[in-house]
């Protein structure tokens, strides 16, 4: 595990937005854990989880020329991400994201921000079913441009109806690579070496989750 993933999972356990339970997931799963990006909602948490993309961004040695923010998530990701790679690793990238709705006055159109021109990387919180994903290859598809890859705060590395995580599925189908800053596998280290007794207790139940519903 690297550094950054390992402080953004203090950092997130810190703070709540990761939390061990027993949480019932829209897909009808019990999940011992549940992880809330809308918790991310102060100029520090998002200042930390922006510096947290761009390091696995960074880390990832991906080629791109512009970031898509898929609207609403994705529009302070992206935003605040930009700020990041500049500020922390002097990478200075356009970003564009969309509207739901095409605006008819003013300067009109879909998109904001950056044109959509040769490699784009998306940036969104997490990919459940995909469809966020779906619609914006759309979008780009449209355009000159095309995906390179996709940048996602966690992957749940988990099974969706077929044998493949929602992840997967998009890579196969856009035939394109997903950045995470974390996995289930680094969950499941850092609780593996964890000196929290609270923390500890849930290991077992997020291991027999893996084992359930696992890629």
Not at 100 to 123: D, F, P, S, T, Y
């Amino acid at each position: 595990m690297q550094n950054y993933q390992f402080q953004f999972l203090e950092f997130v356990i810190e703070h709540q937005i990761l939390k061990f339970g027993e949480f019932k997931l829209k897909s009808g799963r019990i999940s011992p854990y549940f992880f809330n990006t809308g918790l991310f909602n102060s100029g520090k948490k998002l200042n930390f989880l922006a510096k947290s993309y761009a390091e696995a961004i960074v880390e990832s040695n991906l080629a791109f020329d512009v970031m898509f923010g898929p609207a609403y998530k994705g529009i302070p990701l992206v935003a605040s991400t930009a700020i990041a790679l500049t500020k922390y690793h002097d990478l200075d990238k356009p970003f564009a994201f969309n509207r739901k709705e095409v605006k008819q006055h003013g300067e009109k159109g879909l998109i904001v921000g950056a044109n959509l021109e040769g490699r784009v990387l998306i940036l969104d919180d997490v990919i459940t079913a995909g469809t966020a994903i779906r619609e914006v290859s759309e979008i780009i598809g449209s355009t000159n441009a095309s995906i390179s890859g996709i940048a996602v705060a966690l992957d749940r590395q988990e099974r969706g109806l077929g044998e493949l995580s929602a992840i997967q599925e998009i890579e196969k189908m856009l035939n394109t690579s997903v950045i995470s800053i974390i996995n289930l596998e680094n969950i499941i280290a850092y609780l593996g070496s964890s000196n929290d007794s609270e923390l500890l207790k849930y290991l077992d139940a997020v291991l027999e989750y893996k084992k359930l519903y696992g890629v």
